[in-house]
Every structure is written in structure tokens, then in C-alpha cells.
């Protein structure tokens, strides 16, 4: 058993499965007797939860760890270690860049840390531990080896208390040919409706009031028990019911599998957010192929239109990459055309980056030169910005819904005290909205008025319910 009195500090970089899966070792370590601080020099154990989806990410941790070298050399009884996609991606190769480091885990392994520090910390040298790669074994055997860890939650770790992700799919089995995912965290598995059921009725009593579904391709949720198959509208359809939520949302959307059961789920459950995020990658075909994305811009189009069709209020995002192999101006072209005919609430942007195990990185040349790639992702972007600026501007004079997440960016600096700080919260599409109120709205479903907008937020005011006098003036009607 790991001492009382240890602190542990972590730095999280990479996506919303990142931010879960830190969640879930602090509470683990937390029950290990370990408490959180916020600076790397006050901790005992420092954890670094790492992102490998592209070179620069993987570039800025291995930079960050090497500024560890002197910390360690000075305080060689401090732990250091390396959890998420890197560590199952890079393994010993994180030893050999970064000798100091103590430990190496695998997404898939996150619930062997508190064994691996025991060992770590009694004197047995630097541990690792990751999962099986795609051909190590059978597929049950590799996607065991991969299999979440859900031990039970902190609500401390969360972005805001009321707010929650919740895991219900690992992996992917895609395959697209960019892309390290299907590698660093393994096959395509649906976790079973009844923990996802559990583990949402836990949040909710806990106070969470949005949560957030988290998988590679969400909306391919199934999962096969003994009462049948359960997909991503059967599964809506039960978390529906849970009483205290108010919000379900879920990341990141597959175009192939947006069904019309599912948009026709999404219209009739009013908690559950018609926004959807789903990356097209690229607006030309002869990309898309390369990338093995299984999709062609026609079979996108219908899918938008299905969208469109069911649920004319969705906001729809989407990701893109620029600059794959083989990318002529022509095919860039059809991009800045699709974000035109879509118009996306918003779009995420990437500059393709090879992926080593990738099959791109075996078979395609990475010939689209790096200046190229950041010009056309400048284009992209202002294309985007400007089509959701306009967009936004419908709503100016619009009452909105908001789930207040507490003081924005800007009011965090000002005075702590100050009555009337800038807040911000989302709509039920996923629009950021801020507005001038007080930090006890935090948690609160609110009616704000949109004034002004900017591309990617609302500006707005708490809308102020008019009392309506019918007998003397200055006077409410008795009741
Ligand atoms: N599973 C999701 C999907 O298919 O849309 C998202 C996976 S990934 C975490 C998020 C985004 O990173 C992808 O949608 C893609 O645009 C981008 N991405 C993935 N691999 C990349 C690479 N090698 N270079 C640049 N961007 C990449
Ligand atoms: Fe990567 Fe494609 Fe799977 Fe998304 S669907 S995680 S981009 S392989």
C-alpha cells in the first residue's frame, strides 16, 4: 500500500478520452492516498496523459519531459510517468528519449499504475505496461488487452461538476490511413448498455447534468448481449429516462452510420442535443479513397441531407485534413466547396502529419510541401470563420438556452469578489454563449438574449422576465 501523504500531479494534452481517462486515475489514485496539486514541483509522482494523433503533439511532450531531466536529477526519489496513446505508441522508445522516465502505460492499462508505482517506489526499476498490438494475438485476446478501466469516478477532475464524459465505445476498427487511433487504442468494442446505464445514473446523482458519450465512431455503437442488440438509439433511448439528466450529447460521429432510426431517435428525445460532429476529412474523392475513409462526397451529401431532412435544428461540425498525400489544389478546392455547401457550425482543422504504423505512412508519399499545408489551412479556416460569423449573426435577437459552465476566460483574471463577471455556457447545438451575470449561475439552465456574436461565440444578456401589471400602475396583479 502506497503511503498517505503523496501528491501527484498531471498534465493532460489530447481529446476528450484523454480528459476521461485522467479522471479516472486520479480517482484511483486518490484512493491510493495520493492528493492532487497543481504545479510539478510540489508532487511526488508526475503524470503526463499523452496525445500521438500528430508529430507536433508527440514533439511538444517529448520536449516537455526533457526539461524533467534536471528535476529528476536533483530529486531522483520523485516518480515519473507516461500514460495514454503515446506510451502504447512509442513504449521503450519513451525510455530510450527520456531515460529518466519511471513508467510507461498504455490507454489500455491505466488500472496497473498504482502496482507499477508500489514497484517503482520499493526499488524495482522502471516499469511498462501496454496493451497488445492489432496482431499479437486473436482480436478477443488483443481487445481484452484494451479494455477500459472504470473504477469508480472523481467529480473533482471533471471540466465543470455538472458536466461529464462518459466512455461507451473503445477503439476503432476503421482503419483510416492516416490515422495511429485503431493501434494505440485497439479494436472496436460497445461496453455493455447496462454499465453505461449505471455508470450515467452515478453521474446524475453525483450532479452531473450533460453528459457527454464518448467514442471513435459513436453512432457505431452496438453491443450484442443476451437480450440482443443494443445500437446508438437504443442506448439514447434508455439513458433518456434517467431523471436529473437534462443534457446528452456524444462525440464523434462516423458518416456512414447516421441512420435515419438514429436521427429520428435524436428528434424525439428532447434532452438529447441535435448537434453532431461529423468529420467529412477531406471534399474530394480521390482523397477520401486514399485515406480509406469508406465514403464518397455524394454518400456525405445524403447523409447531410438526411440530416437536414430529420432534424432541420441540428448543428452540424465537421474535421479536415489538409494537405494528404497526393492533394493538388483541385482537391483542396472541393474542401473549401464542401464547408460551403454544408455550412458547418465549425470545423477543425489539421495539417496532415505521417503517422508512423500507419498505412499511409507505409504506402503514400507525404509530398504536399509544409507551407502548402499551412496556406491551405489558413483558407480553410477563414472560409469557416466567416460562413459560422454569418450563421451566428441569425441568431442575434434570438432567445437561447444555456447550461452556465461558470466565469469565462476573461473573468477568471478579474476580481474575485466583483458581483458581475463575464460567464459562458453552451446551447443545447453546442454554441458558445457568454453574458454578464454573477459565478452562483454556474450549473443553471438560463434564457440569455443574443446582442452580438463573433464566429465562435454569443454574446447575450440574461433575459429578464416582463411583469405584465392589470390593475393600478406600478402595481403586480394579486393573486
Ligand atoms: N474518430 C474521429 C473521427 O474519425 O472523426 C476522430 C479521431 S482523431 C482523434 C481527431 C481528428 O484528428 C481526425 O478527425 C482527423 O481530422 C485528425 N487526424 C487524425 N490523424 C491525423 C494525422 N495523421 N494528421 C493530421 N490530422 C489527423
Ligand atoms: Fe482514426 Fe478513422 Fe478511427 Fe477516426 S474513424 S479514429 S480517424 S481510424
Redesign the pocket.
Known sequence: MISMTKTVYIKTVG?QMNVLDSEMVIADLKRHGYTVVDTPGEADLLLYNTCS??EQAEEKTYSALGKLKETKARHPEKTIGVMGCMAQKDQETIFRRAPFVDMVVGPGQLHAIPDMLTKVTSGEGRQIAVSLGRKDGKQTVVARSHETFDPLRDPTMRPTPFQAYLRIQIG?D?F?T??V?PNTRGPEQGRSPEEIVSEARVLAEQGALEITLLG??VNSYRHRGPDGETDMAGLLERLHDIDGLKRIKFV?N?PKDMTARLLETIRDLPKVSPYLHV?A?SGSDAVLKRMKRGYTIADYMEMFERIETILPEASVSS???VGFCGETDEDFQKSVKLIERCRFKNS?I????V?EGTKAAANLIDDVPREVKAARNNELLAVQDRISKEDNQKLIGDTVEVLVEGPSKKADKSDLDAPIVQMTGRTICDRIVVFDGNRRQAGQLMDIQIDDVSSHTLIGRVKTVEVVSLGMPGLAPSS
Open positions: 481529446c494523433i500528430r476503432c476503421k483510416c492516416y490515422c487511433v471513435q465512431t464523434t462516423y468529420p476529412q474535421d479536415f485534413i477543425f489539421f495539417q496532415y502529419s503517422r
